[in-house]
Structure formats: structure tokens, C-alpha cells
């Protein structure tokens, strides 16, 4: 069946490059309302060019634990109540393990596993109240193998699988959904950086399927488990790697 958005509001982290860009426009071309939270200026411009109307740009650095709240306190009066939260604000900071910084350690830390967690937090009381929720939390095939230099990013993915598990089984019964998305290497701008040249076509080789994901790819994944559809599905860490992770 085709998905239908109509009526949904979605906040988007991330939403200004790569996969949030993409999840954006795919959730909006089918009829959602978009508020897209970046640390990029160029946000809300971008938010303006999605199709359809009525979609916000906030400017928030995630790392910042207040910022969640203030983010999903403006789209509550500006938009409305949303009923889906992409997690899609992310770096990876690479450095072999011994020579990682704790400044690099904790911004990794920071954006990418507490951005997610006060996001779902603050997204996951109103949910609570309204008694309708999805909640997709960007991982990464690095939540589940070993990287070279990912020491920090592979940390943080691994434990946003674990923070999915939990949110997922405190808010079952209230009528919302946590799941986990973890694509390869996904070409985008953090995707191509990490991967440039030589190193990426070695990693395209290792992967099964022979080349790296497409954000259009992820994007459809996240818009069946944000739909009515996928009310079953929760707790899960959905892999989308083209056989990487299990060869
Ligand atoms: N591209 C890949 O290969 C790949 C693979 C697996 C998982 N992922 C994950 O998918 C997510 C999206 O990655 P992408 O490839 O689209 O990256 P990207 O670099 O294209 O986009 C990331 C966005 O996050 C925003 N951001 C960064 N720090 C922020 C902060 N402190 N506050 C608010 N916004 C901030 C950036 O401004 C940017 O718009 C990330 O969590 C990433 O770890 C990416």
C-alpha cells in the first residue's frame, strides 16, 4: 500500500544534509508536515523548498540538552503535536583509538547519542500524552561490528541500539513505537567524507551487494516504520546494509 503522511507532523533532526534531508522530503511529498532541526542555518529555507506547506526549520545545537525541548516546545506551538521523531543528527569524528581527544570523544557523544536521547525524551512526553508515537533513532552498521578509527562513533551507535530497547518497552503499551535504523555506508555528505577513495572502494567490495546505500534507500525504510502500518513493530534494529553486517 502506498503511505500516506496526511496529517502527521514529523520532527527531523539533521534535517539540512544526507538522510534527515532525504526522510524529509520523502515524508513530505506524502503529505506530512515537516519540522527540521539542524545546527545548519539553512535549515528553515531548506524546510520552505520541501513539497507541500506548512513545514518549520528550528536552529538547535543538539548538543546542547535543552535544546530538545525548546525544539519540540516550538513545534508544539508553531506546528503542532508531532506523531513521528527522525533522529538523524549525527558525526563521525575518526581517529585510531589511541589517539582520540576526550574533546572528540564527548562531541561524538553528545550529538549523536545524548541529542538523540533528549530529543526522544522531550518528543516522547507529548507522545505520551497524546497516546501516538514514532520514533526512528539512526544507528549504524557501526552499532554492530567493529570499524577501524570508529572507536567513539561505533560507542555512540551501539548505544543508541540499547537506549531503542528501552524506550521501545516503557512506551509499548501507550501507543508508541522506538525502532533503530542501521544502514553501510550511505552516500551522503558524513558517508562520503568517511569514505573517500581507496578505503571506500575496499569497503564497497566487502559488502555483499557491491556498492554503498543511497539515502532514498533509508528513507523508504523510515517511512514504513513511521506509518500506521508498523504499529507492531518496535524495539528493532532494522539493518540496511546490503549484507554487511551478517556475511
Ligand atoms: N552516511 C552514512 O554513511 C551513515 C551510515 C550509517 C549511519 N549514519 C547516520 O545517519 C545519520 C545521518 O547521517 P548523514 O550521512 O545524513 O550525515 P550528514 O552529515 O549528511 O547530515 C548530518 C546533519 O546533522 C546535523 N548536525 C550535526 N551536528 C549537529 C548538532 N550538534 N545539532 C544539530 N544538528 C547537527 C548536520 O548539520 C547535518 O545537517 C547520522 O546519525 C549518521 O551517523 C550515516
Known amino acids: ?17 544526507g538522510i534527515g534531508h532525504t526522510v524529509a522530503h520523502y515524508l513530505a511529498e506524502r503529505g506530512a508536515r ?18 507541500g506547506r506548512g513545514h518549520h526549520g528550528i536552529v538547535k545545537d543538539l548538543t546542547v540538552p535543552a535544546a530538545a525541548g525548546e525544539a519540540i516546545t516550538e513545534t508544539v506551538s508553531r506546528v503542532g503535536v508531532p506523531q513521528i ?22 562531541l561524538t557523544l553528545d550529538v549523536n ?26 544507528a549504524s552498521q557501526a552499532a554492530l561490528v567493529g570499524l577501524d578509527q570508529h572507536a567513539a562513533y561505533c560507542a555512540s551507535k551501539a548505544a543508541i541500539v ?16 522506538v ?30 551487494v557491491g556498492r554503498f546505500a543511497q539515502p532514498e534507500e533509508v528513507a523508504a525504510l523510515i517511512g514504513f516504520i513511521a506509518s500506521d502500518d508498523a504499529a507492531m513493530i518496535t524495539g528493532s534494529n532494522y539493518v540496511i546494509d546490503g549484507g554487511f553486517t551478517t556475511v
Open 179 to 208: 525502532n533503530a535504523v542501521s544502514p553501510t555506508v550511505v552516500e551522503t555528505p558524513l558517508g562520503k567524507a568517511a569514505w573517500a577513495g581507496e578505503k571506500g572502494e575496499k569497503a564497497k567490495s566487502e559488502i555483499p
Open 1 to 17: 500500500m502506498h503511505q500516506t503522511f496526511d496529517g502527521k507532523i514529523a520532527v527531523v533532526t539533521g534535517a539540512a544534509s
Open 85 to 106: 521523531l527522525v533522529n538523524s543528527a549525527g558525526l563521525a569524528l575518526l581517529d585510531p583509538a589511541v589517539d582520540v581527544t576526550p574533546e572528540r570523544w564527548q
Open 34 to 51: 515537516i519540522v527540521g532541526v539542524d545546527l545548519n542555518e539553512a535549515v528553515g529555507e531548506l524546510m520552505t523548498e520541501l513539497p
Open 113 to 138: 547519542l545524548n541529542g538523540t536521547f533528549y530529543m526522544a525524551q522531550a518528543a516522547g512526553r507529548v507522545m505520551l500524552d497524546a497516546g501516538y508515537g514514532r520514533i526512528i533513532n539512526l
Open 162 to 177: 540499547g537506549l531503542t530497547h528501552v524506550l521501545s518497552l516503557e512506551w509499548a503499551r501507550r501507543g508508541i513505537t
